[in-house]
């Protein structure tokens, strides 16, 4: 797992908790009609931004949709492409993060929305990936559970989300007894993450070092 020091969870401000608000609660009555706008009421009480530790004291200050400035890069071998070092560590944290929450938990679920693909192309992903995927309320969705859920794969299904777009969710009980535990969205053009739920379970040892 990344290093505690390269991550951080960052307050978000008034303006960007609104936007945050509007895209869960849309994605939740849509993906899950069933379930009622009260079911979603514990994820909107507490939204948290994960980021680099490098721009955590600004990214409460930055529109959503745009990349945040100062976020670390590296520069590749012939020194014309920026790498989102940033970026790519947050993401593999959030990654180890989630696997370590749902193989701790037989009753958890985690969809990750593949952005780009069509009902239509799953068992082409699937045979590819060797990742479980379904179609649910107009979406495709990488599954997983506690018998599949490494780092890396979902490191790779993460990659497959648009920023301020797909909602990914974890989810809580089975069969027709589940709830959303937590939600959350890519945000500043793929450097950071919002998160919305219970985040306290899914970082503790962040948490106490909240911004």
């Known amino acids: 797992m990344t290093t505690l020091t390269s991550v951080a969870l960052v307050c978000a401000s008034p303006q960007q908790e609104a936007a945050l608000e509007t895209i869960i609660r849309a994605s939740g009555l849509n993906t899950f009609p069933e379930m009622g706008e009260a079911a979603f009421a514990s994820e909107l009480a507490d939204i948290r931004l994960l980021v680099h530790a490098e721009v955590r004291n600004t990214a409460s200050e930055h529109d959503l949709s745009t990349a945040l400035e100062g976020s670390p890069t590296v520069i590749s071998g012939n020194g014309e492409v920026a790498l989102l070092t940033g970026a790519n560590e947050v993401d593999s944290y959030l990654s180890s993060a989630l696997s370590v929450f749902v193989r701790g938990k037989v009753a958890a679920s985690l969809l990750i929305p593949h952005s780009y693909a069509l009902e239509d192309e799953i068992d082409s992903l699937v045979a590819r990936n ?15 559970d506690a018998t599949n859920s490494a780092p890396d ?8 989300c648009i920023a301020m777009y797909s909602v990914a969710w974890i989810l809580g009980g089975s069969g027709c007894d589940y709830k959303p535990i937590l939600a959350f969205i890519p945000v ?4 950071g993450w919002a998160l919305a739920g219970s985040i306290d379970a899914l970082f503790p040892a962040l948490r106490c070092r909240m911004h």
């Open 188 to 191: 500043f053009d793929g450097d």
């Open 130 to 144: 060797q990742i479980p995927m379904r179609f649910q309320a107009g979406h495709v969705y990488y599954c997983f």
């Open 153 to 160: 794969s979902i490191n790779k299904a993460l990659g497959s």
